[in-house]
Structure formats: C-alpha cells, structure tokens
C-alpha cells in the first residue's frame, strides 16, 4: 500500500495538488483514499463534483455519537476515490490537531483500511505548524512517505524547511521520511533556481514540477481536477507522471 502525506503552507495548492494526484492514480486502475487533514475541509471537493463533504468533527458534533460505518462520513468521488474531511473544532474553541487525533482513532475503530483494501492512502495535512495533531499522519506511523509542495515563494520555502525539520525529528523511529519536492509554480522571480537549490540543501529531489495553469482553475470552477477534465493536458500528464513514478517505486520497495 502507498501511504505518503502531502505537506506544505497554507494556499500553497497541497489541496490541488494532492486530489489531483488521487485523480490520477484512480485513472491508472488505483483504489484511493484521500483523507483531507485541514480544519477548512476543501481538500477532498474537486473530486466532488464541487459539492462539500461533512467533516468527521462536525458529524460528531451534531450526531453527539460515532457513526457506525465509514459512507456516513465518506463518500466515494471521482475514480472510485474516497473522500473523508476530519474538520476541526468550532471556530475559537479547541485545537484542530485534536480533531485529526480523534478521527484516526475513529477510522481505526471502524476498521477503514481493512474494510475498503486501499492501493494509496493520500493525507492533505496543512503544514504552517507542524504540532502533535498535525504530524500525526507522520508521527503515528499512518504515512510512509512525506512529500512537500512549495513554490519559489521565500513563506512557502520557509514552510518547507520547518516540515523538513520537524519530519526529521522521527527519522529514527522509522517513522515516515521525506520522499522529495513537488515545485507548484507561482511564476515568482527565479522560481526554479531558488526551489532548486533548497532541494539540493535538504539532499532531497524534485519529484514534480506543476506549471501555473489557467486549465487547473477552468476545472475547479466546475468542481473537477485537470485528470477528469482532460487527461491529455500537460498539467494532467504532470500529475499522472507522479503518480506512477510513485507507483514504480512501491513495486521496487523504495
């Protein structure tokens, strides 16, 4: 099973890039789920159809009771993928890593990965701070891999070296590691340079390189990934390019 946690900055497109990515591996005959791990719930809606999905920490809350099966706080989008938000906590109340806690511990007691039989497990994991909820995915051993999106933006690269970091805390408890970069253009000034050159820093690779593409916000528009829209795009054959060089190295026990 591929498991990796997609990490990066806040509005740094990890939310696109990580359902595109699901998109494509569905496309290539994969069994998916993304697990969207952001108190704002988007990650999962262009796989969709742009319609939102119930976050676990809302069900909980207005349920005051755990579900009793996965579809009443899943549902299955594009390519069979599916879909789980863990939400957060009321606005200025509790701790959204809290809510990640709590529906890993759910999912575990419902028997998700057993029951559904995954190929790839997807994390969309907002990474501004990397704190205990936050680095679940990483710290509990449910991702094995971390992949860290970034522009050439000084935020977003600052961003990315506290993942670095903070991942780096749990190399020797042979917890998840840091697989590469996926370099998600803004069309800043020397973009690739500066990317390329933190990457070298970290001893890490370029796994993908996203162009800044109008097709990306034509489809989101109606509520869909480039793969769904058209898979013959560029930007499409990007993200599948990805996932089966991730594919690939799962065959060759990378």
Known sequence: MIKI??????????STTTSNLAAAFAFLGKRVIQIGC??????????LGGRPLQPVMDYLREKDEEPEAIDQ?????????LCI????PTPGLGCAGRGIIATFSLLEDLRLFETYKPDVVLYDVLGDVVCGGFAAPIREG???????????????????????????NFEDRSYARVEGIILNSR??????????????????????RIPRS???IRFEDQGKTVI???????????????????????????
Do not use: H, W
């Open 85 to 88: 938000e863990t939400g957060g």
């Open 38 to 47: 952001d108190p704002k719930a988007d990650s999962t809606i262009n796989l």
């Open 187 to 208: 069309n800043v000034e020397d973009e690739s340079r500066k990317v390329e050159e933190f990457a070298l820093s970290k001893g890490l690779p370029i796994v993908a």
């Open 5 to 14: 946690a997609i990490y990066g900055k806040g509005g740094i497109g990890k």
């Open 228 to 254: 769904e829209g058209d898979p013959e795009l560029y930007v499409s054959k990007c993200f599948l390019d990805l996932a089966q060089r991730l594919i690939e190295e799962e065959k060759s026990g990378n």
């Open 73 to 81: 706080i899943a549902k299955e989008g594009y390519g069979g993928v």
């Open 142 to 168: 449910y991702a094995q891999k971390v992949l860290i999106v970034t522009s050439g933006e000084k935020m977003a690269l600052y961003a990315a070296n506290n993942i670095c970091t903070a991942v780096r």
């Open 214 to 216: 109008d097709d990306i």
